[in-house]
């Protein structure tokens, strides 16, 4: 039974930073490519950071890119997205997707996801 745990997320003043965790189970971790999506209220999923073991390739979303880095721990089946200087723009409910394709871009394509953990940035 494959799950993925994300947590990490609160509240926290712009200018701040968090770091997401996603843990992943009942897959081989490195066969999946692992994903972060955010999706604010009225809007839709969109990526945000994917990382892929298997062929060591990692991509970004220009809206986040030099303010969040993903990253893995193989031994913990774990991947972290560090946000940093964040603003009320990032308030999002963030996902993390398993895909046993890498390099999708598109939430609707990845094979799971888990709950969410909520990061709300006030001003």
């Known amino acids: 039974d494959v799950q993925l745990q994300a947590s990490g997320g609160g509240l926290v003043q712009a200018g701040g930073s968090v770091r997401l965790s996603c843990v992943a189970s009942g897959l081989t971790f490195d066969d999946y490519a692992i994903g972060w999506f955010r999706q604010a209220p009225g809007k839709e999923r969109g990526v945000v950071s994917c990382i892929s073991r298997a062929d060591r390739t990692s991509y970004t979303a220009d809206s986040v890119k030099g303010r969040f880095t993903i990253s893995s721990d193989n031994a913990k089946n774990t991947v972290y997205l560090q946000m940093n200087n964040l603003n009320p723009e990032d308030t999002s409910v963030y996902y993390c997707?398993?895909?046993?394709?890498?390099?999708?871009?598109?939430?609707?394509?990845?094979?799971?996801w888990g709950q969410g953990t909520l990061v709300t940035v006030s001003s």
């Open positions: 997707e398993a895909d046993d394709v890498a390099g999708r871009l598109a939430a609707r394509a990845y094979d799971y």
